[in-house]
């Protein structure tokens, strides 16, 4: 009975104090089929982290389809909501093929247009919101174009850390994957609170090792334009970041070790 005893305590300690392993999980996951006709972005005025550029709706719904960001064009023939009208838009394309975050404007040569999309962490899937989310060589950026509008602007991917954007130095111009975003790029700082414009020659990138993800993105810009209909769009965006476990482990061998003090000051009591 004794020995019985101690190999249940010592199987029961062996668990509590087994690690816990963080998991992979898809946070981001914007592709399918959201609208039933072309819906204009609901908000476009510069940046903003408050408000979303879309939101669900009664016209537009689906997963993670609320998302922030802002934009802006300089020196073109139109902005992104005075191109006349097409078949293209600024906002919500619906395709046959799956629908597809547009920005739509006439170039011009020397006008300048960028753009930014992110999501941000209280809108991540799969129970993540409340979480600590990182990256590890598992977690992974995914981007590609619409089928029936395979254009994609050259495109860095964004990630926001404790209260901090970042953008890449890696630049996409198709669809494209990351892979590892703390080993496989270089990162640089990113303030499109103060001017959406990203410079590059300007800007001074180093490795990161990300620990407490707040959103995740990408944005474009299109800095050598001509007379041409520009439509870069994104049909699938997807990222799958890494979970840092609660330590709840730790809990469970404080009491484990409780109950086992416990039992032998209960034993000390009975034997005098």
Same mark, same amino acid.
């Given at each position: 009975?004794?020995? $019985?005893?101690?190999?249940?305590?010592?199987?029961?300690?062996?668990?509590?104090?087994? &690690?816990?392993?963080?998991?992979?999980?898809?946070?981001?996951?914007?592709?399918?089929?959201?609208?039933?006709?072309?819906?204009?972005?609901?908000?476009? =005025?510069?940046?903003?982290?408050?408000?979303?550029?879309?939101?669900?709706? $009664?016209?537009?719904?689906?997963?993670? $389809?609320?998302?922030?960001?802002?934009?802006?064009?300089?020196? %073109?023939?139109?902005?992104?909501?005075? @191109?006349?009208?097409?078949?293209?838009?600024?906002?919500?394309? +619906?395709?046959?093929?799956?629908? !597809?975050?547009?920005?739509?404007?006439?170039?011009?040569?020397?006008?300048?247009?960028?753009?930014?999309?992110?999501?941000?962490?209280?809108?991540?899937?799969?129970?993540?919101?409340?979480?600590?989310?990182?990256?590890?060589?598992?977690?992974?950026?995914?981007?590609? &174009?619409?089928?029936?509008?395979?254009?994609?602007?050259?495109?860095?991917?964004?990630?926001?850390?404790?209260? +901090?954007?970042?953008?890449?130095?890696?630049?996409?111009?198709?669809?494209?994957?990351?892979?590892? &975003? +703390?080993? =496989?790029?270089?990162? !640089?700082?990113? %303030?499109?609170?103060?001017?959406?414009?990203?410079?590059?020659?300007?800007?001074?990138?180093? !490795?990161?090792?990300?620990?407490?993800?707040?959103?995740?993105?990408?944005?474009?810009?299109?800095?050598?334009?001509?007379?041409?209909?520009?439509?870069?769009?994104?049909?699938?965006?997807?990222?799958? @970041?890494?979970? #840092?476990?609660? &330590?709840?482990?730790?809990?469970?061998?404080?009491?484990?070790? $409780?109950?086992?003090?416990?039992?032998?000051?209960?034993?000390?009591? #009975?034997?005098?």
């Amino acid at each position: 009975m004794h020995i $019985a005893r101690i190999s249940y305590l010592c199987l029961l300690f062996g668990l509590s104090v087994a &690690p816990v392993r963080g998991s992979g999980v898809t946070v981001v996951n914007w592709g399918g089929n959201y609208v039933g006709s072309n819906q204009t972005f609901t908000n476009l =005025s510069g940046f903003s982290e408050t408000t979303p550029v879309m939101s669900i709706g $009664a016209s537009y719904s689906g997963t993670s $389809a609320t998302f922030y960001g802002g934009g802006r064009t300089q020196g %073109t023939n139109s902005g992104f909501f005075d @191109a006349p009208g097409t078949t293209f838009v600024s906002g919500i394309w +619906n395709s046959s093929s799956g629908d !597809a975050i547009m920005f739509h404007w006439l170039g011009k040569p020397g006008g300048t247009a960028q753009g930014v999309i992110f999501w941000k962490k209280e809108d991540f899937l799969n129970g993540s919101s409340d979480k600590t989310v990182t990256f590890n060589s598992t977690s992974q950026f995914t981007l590609a &174009p619409s089928s029936q509008a395979s254009y994609v602007s050259p495109t860095r991917w964004l990630v926001e850390d404790s209260g +901090n954007f970042y953008l890449s130095q890696t630049v996409v111009s198709a669809s494209a994957t990351l892979l590892d &975003p +703390n080993a =496989s790029t270089l990162w !640089a700082s990113y %303030t499109p609170q103060t001017d959406i414009r990203f410079n590059s020659a300007t800007a001074n990138f180093t !490795a990161r090792s990300f620990s407490n993800v707040q959103a995740v993105g990408y944005y474009f810009f299109e800095e050598n334009q001509g007379n041409a209909e520009y439509v870069p769009n994104v049909a699938n965006f997807s990222v799958t @970041a890494f979970i #840092v476990p609660e &330590p709840s482990s730790f809990l469970l061998l404080g009491v484990t070790g $409780a109950a086992l003090l416990s039992q032998r000051r209960l034993r000390g009591k #009975v034997a005098t």
